[in-house]
């Protein structure tokens, strides 16, 4: 396996927004811009589409949220209700960086109001060489029915995290697991293929977005070489 990694460098796009003098929103959104002499093309189309993609959701959502933010200012102020604070905040995590293979994911956190805010996650995996995304199939190739095999297996992982009292996960998670597993929900880490699920699709928001690792070592997948 060749240790071949690239530079990233990070971009921050940060606001606090008023209205009426009054602090509701504040924002902070993070990409990522990637450096290297190998792959020089395929790069600048991934920094392209990283920048484009963090400006749209601040010229998109972020409008929407300050409208209604603003919506609520004005229900509090006239109600005699406390004035909250929304806050986004949009960070990124590379986990694969080598093998001429680039992993990574997003979670997009909104707070608006209520007991607490809610997260979003996304993921993408880019095989560098052929300029290309990759999908989970390409990391389980030997498997006729991959996604079967992956669904029973993190079955098999939640019940022994819950005979280990090693967190919480509905009653009806074999069903959740196969209604709400999604082939895009994956990344890359040096110890295997990770399938995440989001908030609430089989566990209680206090467990998070739970993950799940299919190791190289052991086999269970196949990882990627340059």
Not at 95 to 116: I, K, P, Q, V
């Amino acid at each position: 396996m060749v240790p071949y990694k690239l530079t990233v460098k990070e971009n921050v796009i940060k606001k606090d927004m008023y209205y009426k003098g009054q602090l509701i929103l504040t924002y902070t959104i993070k990409y990522p811009q990637f450096i290297s002499d190998k792959f020089k093309l395929f790069l600048t189309k991934l920094n392209i589409f990283y920048k484009a993609d963090a400006v749209f959701y601040q010229r998109v959502q972020i409008s929407k949220l300050f409208q209604s933010a603003v919506e609520d200012y004005e229900y509090s102020v006239a109600n005699g209700f406390p004035i909250h604070q929304y806050e986004v905040l949009v960070e990124y995590t590379v986990t694969y960086n080598e093998n001429c293979t680039l992993s990574l994911y997003f979670d997009r956190y909104e707070y608006t109001g209520g007991a607490h805010g809610m997260t979003f996650r996304s993921a993408d995996t880019w095989d560098l060489q052929s300029s290309s995304r990759m999908e989970l199939g390409d990391f389980f190739p030997d498997t006729d029915n991959f996604t079967k095999s992956i669904q029973n297996e993190i079955d098999r992982q939640i019940a022994i995290r819950l005979k280990k009292d090693e967190g919480m996960f509905f009653e009806d998670y074999t069903d959740l697991v196969k209604d709400n597993f999604n082939p895009k929900n994956f990344y890359l880490t040096e110890q295997g293929v990770v399938i995440y699920f989001q908030l609430y699709e089989i566990a209680p928001y206090v467990s998070g977005i739970q993950t799940f690792t299919f190791p190289f070592a052991r086999g269970e997948a196949i990882p990627p070489e340059c």
